[in-house]
């Protein structure tokens, strides 16, 4: 079968190197893809919002599947638009999309649906907001509604920083109109979890747990990025913390969408916050998370297109999801700046290295080809360093070792990712 991926980043590289390993495909195209996706993928310069351009390259290169990858296509209906076309597409269609798409939806459903998450209020206006927060329990969360790349929440301390946080979101613009309206959020301690599952409309499978790191810099300190790595399994993820999930959280939130008449098709990603009191829902997002992926799918054992179409056809309940018993580590090496200002078009070198290395993987995020054909730096987050190992202590060791293989100006990491393991 012909398959197409929508998107460009390192879930993209992900998702396309798993992909092509299934027995399943024989021709794999990406849009727009960059330059490692280019190694397993035929790339095609569309962008991802370009739906008429995308649905027409589709029809004229017969694909059978479509995978929209990342959030905004869903939200703005990408999948209906391929459907409408008669085509298949893997991914939740607007209506379902909207989940991830508006922060206060989803809090909206987990409150009338009796789904455990923190208690909150919605804004759509900052005075409303402002005469709330002078009444608010320290420290507080605010939240963009709708999509802001994942870097739309502010964690503020004292009242001063809500109300600046309110005018950063509401007044400013930061997050352009993610923030016309906001959701004002109790602030929840405890261990954060991600939990990645694949959704048919009626059955959830559960995939393996992760752990991302937000922040630009070591400690948790910094501006919130896209995520500077992650680590999978979590060991704080325990056998009784994944029985509550699946009977009060997982299976509730699929039903809870096929109730209101949002049938839910794809991934749901679960942002999970481990508190004294028990798992409380942080967020939703409605595609495979980014770089989660990159440490999921390489412990991985099923064939993905199989899933995918398993999710499109309603048959989830047939397949058995497999991951090899290791533990996986990925870290992002960035363009020093990011998530600000930085520079880009710096040469890479040593991902020759990773090529034949069993358990190393490197995924490609912001790169591209320049006219040399040389391969260069085209982004904040650059490339995704995963190795796998026995347990996370090695796998650790094993990516932070493969980091120094690649060369490129202004590389920057953090050098703390999966610390947490250590206080396991």
């Known amino acids: 079968m012909k398959v197409l991926i929508v998107g460009g980043g390192g879930r993209e590289h992900a998702i396309a190197w798993k992909v092509a390993q299934s027995k399943k495909v024989d021709k794999l195209y990406c849009a727009p893809g960059n330059a490692g996706i280019a190694e397993v993928a035929e790339c095609v310069n569309i962008g991802v919002m370009d739906f008429e351009a995308l649905v027409a390259f589709a029809k004229e290169k017969e694909i059978d599947l479509t995978i929209v990858a990342p959030d905004d296509p869903l939200a703005a209906g990408a999948v209906d638009a391929f459907e409408a076309a008669g085509l298949r597409a893997f991914g939740p269609r607007a209506n379902a999309a909207i989940l ?6 989803s809090k909206d459903l987990m409150k009338k649906y009796g789904i455990p998450t923190a208690a909150y209020e919605t804004f759509d206006n900052p005075e409303d907001a402002f005469e709330y927060l002078e009444t608010a329990d320290m420290p507080i969360v605010l939240k963009a509604d709708g999509l802001a790349l994942g870097k739309g929440v502010l964690i503020c301390n004292t009242l001063e920083e809500a109300k600046a946080g309110v005018k950063t979101l509401m007044l400013d613009k930061q997050f352009g109109s993610a923030g016309n309206r906001i959701v004002v959020e109790e602030f929840m301690t405890g261990r954060e979890v991600s939990v990645l599952s694949f959704v048919d409309g009626k059955t959830i499978k559960i995939m393996t747990s992760a752990q991302d790191h937000k922040r630009a810099k070591d400690g948790d300190q910094g501006l ?28 509730p939130t699929v039903d809870a969408m096929r109730a209101e008449g949002r049938e839910f098709k794809g991934i749901i990603f679960f942002g999970l916050m481990l508190t004294p009191k028990g798992p409380r829902v942080l967020e939703y997002n409605a595609r495979f998370g980014d770089p989660e992926t ?8 099923n064939d993905l297109v199989e899933i995918f179409e398993a999710c499109i056809d309603g048959t989830l309940d047939q397949v058995e999801l497999e991951f090899e018993d290791n533990a996986a580590v990925c870290v992002v090496l960035a363009s020093d700046g990011y998530p600000e200002h930085y520079e ?44 796998t190992g026995p347990d996370l202590k090695a796998a650790r060791a094993n990516a932070y070792k493969a980091t120094e293989w690649i060369g490129f100006s202004n590389k920057y990491m953090r050098y703390d990712i999966g610390k947490a393991i250590d206080e396991a």
């Open 344 to 387: 880009k078009g710096f040469v890479i070198s040593g991902l020759e290295k990773f090529k034949g290395a069993e358990g190393y993987y490197v995924f490609h995020a912001g790169s591209k080809f320049d006219a040399e054909g040389n391969i260069v730096t085209n982004g904040g987050r650059v490339l995704g360093v995963t190795a």
């Open 224 to 251: 919130n990025t896209g995520g500077m790595g992650t680590f999978s399994p979590s060991p704080f993820y325990t056998e009784e913390v994944d029985a509550f999930c699946r009977k009060y959280i997982y299976q």
């Open 294 to 301: 990159q440490v999921v799918l390489p412990r991985m054992k």
């Open 100 to 105: 991830e798409g508006s922060k206060a939806f």
